[in-house]
């Protein structure tokens, strides 16, 4: 279902419904947390489940988010005084986005380090960071859509963003093993401030919930949050 809806979701990208692909890698998501929550829950995981489970993630939350940045480059460029080679050339510097997060899963995939955290930006945050963009720009509450439509914005993300999900960046995970606040206590933190955000900002929010994510988590590094919040 996450590889379907990912299927969907370039289909309408290309047709120029930007909304509705957007709203599909959300749905994607949606699928990619259940079907890890399930292995979790039934303790039943197997070697192709997690295969399937990357190669589904590399069209849903890769190659989707290239071909959403592609046509809002495309959109921008209209708007720009660029040579006619120049704007038919630059909107396909997107499609780093798929490369970078095929790579991204694959060393997931045999990165033994990563079974309690991750390293890099995971995939499915990318895609949902970029598939709020659309999103934003149709609702426009905050007069920002001339940031989030102009080229050079679009590609300094691809760049940004691309480079992150290789990083050596630890970043804690969000899997929940039980509720135990001594457990979880970064998790709660990072779960309670996003919906205090989701709530006061709605979509917009998305864009500054990934950065609380990555913030979070270098502080985390730095930081022993066991100590600190030890309550």
Known sequence: MNLLSGCFAIVFALQGNLIIASR????????????????RLFNYISPIGKELDSLADVVSFGVVPGVIVYKLMQAGLQTMPFDER??????FLAFIIPI?????????NIDERQTDKFIGVPTPANAMLIASLPLIIAIDKYKISPYFENPWFLIALSVIMSGL???????????FKNISWQDNKIRF????????LFIILH???????????IVLSIINNRVNFSKVLNF
């Open 203 to 213: 979509i917009t929010a998305v864009p500054f919930i990934v950065l609380l994510y």
């Open 165 to 175: 999900l290789v990083s050596e960046l630890p970043l804690f995970s969000l899997k």
């Open 24 to 39: 599909l890698v959300f749905v994607a998501g949606c699928f990619d947390f259940a079907d890890g929550m399930a292995a």
């Open 189 to 196: 933190i990072f779960v309670a401030i996003s919906l205090a």
């Open 100 to 108: 970078f997060s095929a790579l991204r899963l694959a060393k997931f």
């Open 86 to 91: 120049i704007a038919h050339c630059l909107p």
